[in-house]
Every structure is written in structure tokens, then in C-alpha cells.
């Protein structure tokens, strides 16, 4: 079977070579960086315009790395620690992404992004050529109608309304390219998630225009908390992230930021800015060594890459806090290749940065202001037509002769002996990545496969619903234990379920599957219609054997993880009356929309925990004498009456809710006698 696998493994393409020299034939990187240096020339940091269709967006970090010159220059990467989004300035920005899994939440994982490229975010932020631009892409989404209303949100802001109006008659349905360099990267990256975030938001005005964030020579900007975030929102194509062979800025931030010699990067974006003659003051030569500074970074990125490699759960991380995410574009004079592997980014990174520097590429400087060259020179040398050297041997697939070409493309000459070491290590972790990246797709296709099989378990209870649904519910039925064989066979079959979607929920936490495994339709209804069809058998289940009295109410205290995950899917899929165990929310949804039958499962998954707790409540209060205490109760049983009738009014409940002899019937009886009692008729009234 190994075998097998790996032949057909072997008769693959490999494709990140191709689509390296597509993106770098295309006109799109040399339009990015003319954006990019216009960008650096202009006073504000900011421009935009149109060019072929699209409208770029270009950032300049210079006044960020003005502002932080001093700070960088007395030593620490305290300039570049982590901030988090969730906080008040910055949580309604970035929504979407702050909102972390609860299990990521307990660990203490945050979504954080490196301080100087926020801060310089928020500063442009506030803006009026920001909120011009911002307002732009907003207006794309919004009918020409609600003019009037843009124009009252716009005042407070101080834009031109007309030039606002002139530049929406430019872009409007085109697509937007935010782009910087260095800094400016990391700024423009910041400037696309937000577009991103307002934009998923804003879904009942239509789909966003499409939106692409190109970075050359950016420092990294998140935590992994964000690339996992990215990853779930399915971004990630959204980023294109431009690393020279040698750039040592891309890479500095693997390391400990109180190893970082933060003052490199600031130094370097200040060199690219026309306006530095200006300020000589602020920009001061890389004293660092050379040769230290490549021996720092290749130290940590090499241990970042190999903690990734061994993929060790318990290992503690290397380096510094940030992690790559989106697609790196690995570019040498020979071409370029595209790898959107967060871990395969990390290995490139290293693989390419450890080979030995070409002639004029051995300073940092020159390493990292040569993207306006590569990106006219790399369409010039894909007009000549390339094969492998003759001394090359045979390649014993497609897919190994096309690692050779993308190893070749990066920049690492697997027959050149200095690099031969690199080139290994390279190829492995090539083919590695690739592996790594098909694996949870595969686990994903194999988990469909197990999902047809546990059908007939699904079915075999609906059965057993369908047959008590007229005398006194399958709730009932399966509490009471009615008709023990079938009750038994109902029981193995809710407990084959459940260990099967334990164990999807084991793998996605475990990273075995896609990042947006809960966002796929085929999932997130499976998961909902077991949570509808089986939860009501665990509720009675629970009840039955009295762990309500020695446990605690079954919504806070015996619900199990993956329903409460299966409410998360549900509600972030935006469906109406999603149930979250609290009655006044399914009501009020059940009250906006009204079918015309009964439905066929009861759309509130914890409905029976409610009756029960209802009906206790009943019992409790026929036996009350405290008018203070009954009164309490009453309240609590009227706020019950209001939330099921609009459930049953609505018809969001199922047939066997309504059975003669079910729990829901009886509770009705029982509060119907209860309020013909006077002190209760007294308190009522």
C-alpha cells in the first residue's frame, strides 16, 4: 500500500514553479511596486489610483519607521512586541478574526500583531486619505441610493464628498490591490484584513470586489494565532508576501525579539525613502556585522523550521512569537516560486537564506531593495526558454523534475556544491509540505467516507422517532426506556454517533483537518441535523438517570463539547433560529418567521432540558407557601409559557413535542392547573 502511495505520489506535477513564473509574467507585481514606491515619495505615506482595470493601494512605512528611529536605535525589539486585537480600539476592526475558538481563548492564545505596524495603521487609519479610500470600498457594496446617508457618515471625517465621488466613478466594481514595501508591508497587510473584516460584515449589501494584499520584503506581522484565524476565514489566498534570496527583513522577526537588532529594519525603511535627505539625522549605518547577522538569522529560522518539521505538539516554540501566513513568492534573478504552506513558507525561508549570497547581493541593504530589479528581470529571464543543465541527472518523474526547477527558481543550484547542502534539505522539505498540505483534505475526503457509513445509525433512530412520534414522543419514549429492544438498539446507535463526531472534533483540534472545516455546508448541516435528531436522547438520557439532582442543570453541567461547538458552526453560518440553549433567542428568530408545518426536528436542541426545568419548577411552586419565592417562580414559568408558545406558534418544534402523553403536554396540564389556584391567580394578575 506504502508502495502504491508512493508511485502515485511520484506521478504528480509539481506546481509551485508554475505558478510562481504566471504571477511573475503577469503585470501585476511591477504595477505593485511602482505603487509601492510612489508610495515611499509621497509626504502622507498613503496613495492610490487606478492601473489596468484595478485600483492599488500603496503604503509607506517610512513615517513609521521615523517615529520609531529613537526607539529602535537604543536597542531591544520591544518596537515590534505583540499587541493584541481584542482590544477596544481595535476589537470592532478586526471582528472576525478576535474571534478565537473557546479552547484557544482558555490557553491564552490571542490574535496579536507586532506594535509599529499597528500603531501606523491606526495613525493612517484616522486619516482622511485612508477614510476616503475606506469609504470607497465600502460604497462598492452599497446601492448609489444611500448617497445621502454615506455622505452624513462621511462629514465627521473631513473628506471632499466631490473628490470621494470622483474616485468612486474610477474604481467602482474593480478589484483593489493594497501593496507597501518593508514596513509598508506589514501596514498594507493590516489596511487588507480590515477591508476583509468590514467586508464579511457587511454580506447583505452583496459580495465584496475582489481584494489582494502584495508585500515586498515585509517584516512578518501576526502571531500564529492569526495565520490559524486567516487560515478559518479562508484568506489566505487574499496574501501575497515577496521575499527576496537574502532579505534579512522578512526573516528577522524568527528570532527572540530581545535578540533582534530592531534598529535593521527601521534603518532599512528609512534608506528606501526618497524623503530621508530630509532627516539624515534619524538614519545611521548597519553597524552590525555581516556575518553575525546572517548567523543569528539562520540559526532561529532554522529552528523555527525545524520545530515545524517534527511537528512536536509538546515542543515549546522556537524564536520569536510571529509566523508567516498567506502565499510567500520566493524570488531570485532565476525566477520564482509560490508556496502557501505556512510551514513550507518557514523552510523556504531558511532553505533559500542559507545558500550562498550571489556576487552584489552581499549586503543587507542591496538584499533588500532589490525587488524593483527581480521584478523586471524575472519576466525578461522566463522569455528564455530553461531546461535542466545536461549534467543534471535524469529526474525520475514529472514531479521530481519540477522540484529541481523550483529549487532552481528560488535560487538554490542543486548542482553548485556550496549549495548542495541547502538543495537537499530544500527538496525534502518540498516534498514534505506538499504532503502536509494535501493531508487534511485527504483526512477530510476519508471522513466523508465514514460519514455515509454512519448514516444507517442516523436513520435507524430516526426510525425509532417516527414510531412513538404520535403516542408520547422518542423523547419520552427513550426516558421511560419504552420497548427495551428497540430502546437498546436506539441507544448503541446515538453512542456509535457520538464517538464519531468526537473523534472528527479530535482531529480538527489536533490539525488534522482543513482550517475551514467548519465553515464547508456539507459539515456544518451533518453536525446540525445529528445535534437536532440525537441531543434530545442525551437530554433524556441525563434526566432518566437523575444527573440533573447530583450533577446540575443539564445546559451548564452535563452538555457535551462538541454540541456546543455544533452551536458555533450553526450561528456562524448565519441561518435564522439557530439554537443556542437560551429559549428567548430561538423564540424571538421562531417569531420573524412563521412555516406552514410543523417541523421535522425541534429546531432549539436544548427545548427538552427547558421542559424539564420547567416542569420542576411547577412541581416546586404548588408547594411554595413564600409569596416572595412563588412570585420568582411564576415569573420563571410565565417566561417558559412565552418562549415555547412562540416556538409551537411558529411551528419550530417537532410533531412529538405536541403528543398527547409527552413532557411538553403534560407541563402545559400541570401549569394550567396552577394558574387556577387563587394565590397564583392573584399573583399573575
Known sequence: ??????????????????LGALLASSPLLARA??????A????SGLVHGEDGGTVYVGFSGAPAALSAAGAAVAGGGGVFAPVGLGGDATRRMFAPLVAAEPDAAAVGEQVAVQALALQCFLKLWGSPDFQVCTYVTEMLK?????????????RPTHCNLLAMQILLDQIRGKAVVFTGHSLGGAIAALAALHYLCISSSSSTFGPAPPVLCVTFGSPLLGTEALSRA?????????????VSQHDVVPRLLFCPLDAVPARIIVEMQLRQWPARTHHSGAVTAVTADRDALRQLIQTHVGAVAMEQKLADPAAAPSGGPYRPFGTYVMCSPDGAVCVDNPAAAVQM????????????????????????????KIPQHLLVKRVLRAADAPAASNYDAGVS?????????????????EASTARQWLKMSRRAGRRPSLNCAQLATKLGRITPCRAQIEWYKALFDGELGYYDAFKQRRSPKKFSKANMYRIKLGQFWDGVLAMLDAGQLPHDFHRRAKWVNAARFYQLLVE?????DYHRRNLHRTRGRYATHGRERRYELFDRWWQEKGCAGAGVCRGGDVAASASRRRRSKYAGLTQDPCFWARVEEAREQAESARGERDAAKLAMKLEELREFEHYSGELVASREVSVDVLAPQSSYTLWVEEWNQLKLRDEVRTILL
Open 142 to 154: 452599497l446601492n448609489l441610493c444611500c448617497m445621502l446617508q454615506l455622505e452624513i457618515e462621511l
Open 230 to 242: 486567516i487560515l478559518r476565514e479562508r484568506w489566505g489566498g487574499n496574501f501575497c508576501h515577496v
Open 1 to 18: 500500500m506504502d508502495d502504491a502511495a508512493g508511485e502515485e505520489e511520484a506521478s504528480m506535477f509539481e506546481t509551485s514553479h508554475v
Open 536 to 540: 434530545p436522547l442525551d437530554i433524556a
Open 405 to 421: 526547477l523550483a529549487l532552481e527558481a528560488s535560487g538554490i543550484h542543486a548542482m553548485v556544491r556550496a549549495h548542495a547542502t
Open 40 to 43: 515611499d515619495a509621497a509626504a
Open 349 to 376: 525561508l531558511y532553505a533559500t537564506f542559507a545558500s550562498r549570497c550571489a556576487p552584489g547581493l552581499e549586503s543587507p541593504e542591496a538584499a533588500h531593495s532589490c525587488y524593483g530589479d527581480l521584478v523586471l
Open 33 to 38: 511596486w511602482d505603487r509601492c514606491a510612489a
